[in-house]
């Protein structure tokens, strides 16, 4: 999988994309992430990307032009599945969108800034709009570290143990059920005897029945979803 990332703080990345399952995925070229400077692909001399509104009020506008040459220039180099752009009203994210996006080839996430984009963009270039949560972030960067994280972790071969993704919370409709380990006696802080039992068919289903008793109550409407299925 190819990601390309546009945004105006390349360095933002630095840190989420050169540790851990993200930096491992990198060097197994399983992903590749591209990041591209927008002042790059500004043509004004103090590589201006953001303008006033129409209209006045507060805030700055980023502009059409940069964004509009530097998704073509992308596009010219190959086909993209999905142009996304970060923002707090887009659709939000969740599992199944991060299972449908792990499975892509080619995407392109814009990460805004100020008072956002300029609408002409997104109503001509962008295909995909996503939310990481109902908040206001002062950029798209940690948003777009968020989804690429959500999305790399699933795809096939990054995670040493492949199952470990299948078992985490949300994957089927369900919360993760509560975990433990060594030291067994820690003050009086118990775990739970069956878990110590070494029966594999009780213990399976103790964790089911546990995280569908989470679900239920921390989600509730991840829970009635379930029910109708
Ligand atoms: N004025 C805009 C907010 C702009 S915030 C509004 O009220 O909708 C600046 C940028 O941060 C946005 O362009 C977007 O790329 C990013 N951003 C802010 N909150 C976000 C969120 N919850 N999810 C994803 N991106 C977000």
């Known amino acids: 999988m190819r990601i390309d990332i546009i945004t105006i703080f390349p360095e933002m990345f630095a840190g989420p994309f050169t540790e851990s399952i993200i930096k491992r995925a990198i060097q197994k070229e399983i992903v590749t992430i591209k990041l591209h400077d927008l002042r790059n692909f ?14 006045g009020g507060a805030g700055m506008v980023m502009m059409i032009e940069p964004i509009d040459r530097c998704i073509a220039h992308l ?10 752009y970060m923002s707090p009203d887009g659709e939000l994210l969740d599992q199944p ?7 892509k080839k080619n995407i392109i996430i814009l990460c805004g800034h100020y008072k956002g984009i ?19 972030l002062s950029g798209g960067e940690l948003g ?18 492949e199952t470990s993704a299948l078992s985490d919370s949300f994957q089927d409709g ?33 964790k089911f029945e546990k995280a569908i008793e989470r679900t239920k109550e921390r989600r509730p409407e991840l829970y009635e979803k379930l029910k109708k299925k």
């Open 42 to 55: 500004s043509t004004d001399k103090h590589k201006k990307v953001d303008d006033y509104p129409f209209s």
């Open 118 to 136: 300029d609408e002409r963009i997104r109503e001509h270039l962008i295909t995909k709009e996503i939310s990481i949560g109902n908040y206001v």
């Open 75 to 84: 596009k010219s180099e190959r086909d993209y599945d999905e142009i996304i």
């Open 144 to 161: 777009a570290a968020v989804l690429v994280d959500s999305i790399v972790r699933l795809i096939p071969g990054v995670l040493s143990d």
């Open 97 to 103: 969108m991060s299972n449908v996006l792990s499975m």
């Open 174 to 206: 369900l919360v993760s059920p509560p975990v433990y380990t060594r030291p067994q006696q820690y003050k009086n802080w118990e775990v739970p005897e069956i878990l110590l039992s070494g029966n594999d068919k009780i213990i399976s289903d103790w």
